[in-house]
């Protein structure tokens, strides 16, 4: 359980070195205009902006590789945790950049019950797209779940500042603050 905290430590400390340079970024980021449209509080349509994200997410270049993609999906929806860790591997083992393909991985082992193969996919997802908002409360929820509420706290705080939108996010983040610094009377 130590290498899992460890990890997720240096998940969360790549992503805040990651959010440290959006100019860098933004500069030769086609995505950079839809983060900065998700990130806007008075953004009213931003379950648009979340979808438009996502998509791009998925598109990895390669019409074999989003089969694989979908594949590891779809064996996700059926309950068949074993099939999708199965096509997401040959996935990522075929395309390591994309991150898409280590972020759905890292949902399957979290759905088998599998932490810190989770974690370790987490990892590269943000070393690959530290905007990764999903990720980010991936992380979290399994953070909090194995006890380490600082560590899970500082990702939702993390994923909220890429979203602000989100009210799983935000009530992830208010439960911890409570839990940690306690009801002010």
Do not use: C
Request: glycine content about 8%.
């Amino acid at each position: 359980m130590t290498r899992l905290f460890a990890i997720a430590r240096h998940a969360v400390a790549a992503l805040a070195l990651g959010l440290a340079a959006p100019a860098v970024l933004a500069q030769d980021d086609p995505m950079a205009n839809l983060f900065a449209d998700l990130a806007d509080p008075g953004n009213a349509y931003w379950e648009r902006t979340e979808s438009d994200i996502q998509r791009e997410w998925s598109k990895s270049g390669s019409a074999a590789m989003d089969m694989l993609l979908k594949r590891g999906q779809q064996a996700m929806e059926e309950g068949d945790l074993e099939a999708a860790i199965a096509h997401l591997t040959a996935l990522t083992d075929r395309a390591p950049d994309f991150a898409e393909g280590w972020n759905a991985r890292a949902t399957a082992y979290f759905l088998a019950g599998l932490y810190g193969p989770s974690v370790e996919d987490i990892g590269r997802v943000l070393a690959l797209e530290p905007r990764h908002f999903g990720a980010l409360s991936g992380l979290g929820i399994i953070l909090r779940e194995t006890g380490d509420k600082q560590g899970a706290l500082a990702a939702f705080r993390a994923a909220r500042a890429i979203h602000p939108h989100r009210p799983d996010i935000d009530q992830a983040v208010q439960g911890l603050e409570q839990e940690l610094e306690g009801i002010a009377l």
